[in-house]
């Protein structure tokens, strides 16, 4: 059946719509039916937004209140969020310092992490030498233990293709997951070292002079020396 009405439309005449008349150019184009399609599509979309947002303003709970209410407002068209800057000083001193013992805490399960990860790859430290300890059970067998008598481990080139491939891929992770910790710790140790060096400037009583280097961008700190009283 399908086939049929397939067939039927292909041997339709096609209708062509008529442009605009001579004598009506000044209106512009003649608007066709897919363009009437796009435009009553459109009128039809946002009618239902109107519809929905005057559905949940006709259903809203009068009594409805959260925290937000009173921390944001519209400036300029936008919406901005008032920040609470009420925190007393020993409060901020407060909470840096819970910041602080909270990012050398981390620091140092990455380092614990990273020490764990180079002492099992190669070419990260130093080169791992390899031991093999071998238990007997009687001072006799010590004396008479051969250790050419041992089964070597398969060389690489002994290995089958398939465990050769996993155990390439399973380094090659190893290596990137302790790529990322090292950059991990890196950004952690830069992180703790500028919230103590706000908290050393936040403490201090003399005026502080910061310089930065043009070339590297880093920025010094300098106090004026104080006579003690």
């Known amino acids: 059946m399908s086939s049929f009405k397939n067939a039927a439309q292909a041997q339709r005449r096609t209708h062509r719509e008529r442009s605009q008349p001579a ?56 919406h901005t969020t008032v920040r ?74 002994q290995q089958p293709r398939e465990v050769h491939k996993a155990l390439c891929k399973m380094k090659k992770q190893q290596y990137s997951l302790l790529r990322l910790r090292v950059e991990r710790a890196e950004s952690l140790g830069q992180a703790a070292a500028k919230l103590k060096l706000q908290r050393t400037i936040a403490a201090s009583k003399g005026s502080v002079r910061k310089t930065v280097d043009e070339e590297t961008g880093v920025a010094t700190y300098k106090w004026r020396i104080q006579s003690a009283k």
């Open 84 to 157: 609470d800057n009420s925190l007393s000083a020993d409060a901020l001193k407060l909470m840096k310092t819970q910041d602080a013992n909270y990012l050398q805490v981390k620091l140092q399960a990455e380092k614990q992490k990273i020490a764990k990860l180079q002492s099992v790859l190669h070419d990260t430290r130093h080169e791992k030498v390899n031991t093999h300890t071998v238990f007997v059970d009687s001072d006799s067998e010590v004396d008479t233990f051969d250790p050419e008598s041992l089964e070597t481990p398969l060389q690489k080139e």
């Open 23 to 78: 004598h009506r150019k000044k209106f512009g184009l003649l608007e066709k039916h897919k363009d009437y399609v796009v435009r009553a599509k459109d009128f039809n979309k946002k009618k239902r937004i109107v519809k929905q947002l005057r559905t949940i303003a006709d259903e809203k709970n009068p009594d409805e209140y959260y925290r937000g209410m009173i921390k944001s407002s519209i400036v300029e068209g936008k």
